[in-house]
């Protein structure tokens, strides 16, 4: 997942998902895209407050592997991924 940022806000992601989708419906051309036409504009995020417990259940729910932590302010604080939680006794 890469995040794309605009002023310290997060504005989207892309993902492999994202990626993947692109691909299978634009073929090649998707090759000359660029993030901004990529992006995914409405990512899953989650608040810095928030219980690791409920990132797995929005993860498991969205059926997704990484969320951003932004503040209430959109700023991208860093992204939780699954396999972060794996080292937890959560999961």
Known sequence: MAAVVEDGKLVGIVSDGD?????????KDALDLNAEQSMN????TIAPQEF????????????ITSL???DA????LGIVHLHDLWGTEMV
């Open 41 to 44: 504009r409405e990512p899953k």
């Open 52 to 63: 690791a417990a409920t990132a797995l259940a929005i993860m498991e729910e969205k059926k």
């Open 19 to 27: 990626l993947r989708r692109l691909l299978e419906h634009r073929g």
């Open 73 to 76: 302010d959109r700023r991208l």
């Open 68 to 70: 951003a932590v932004v």
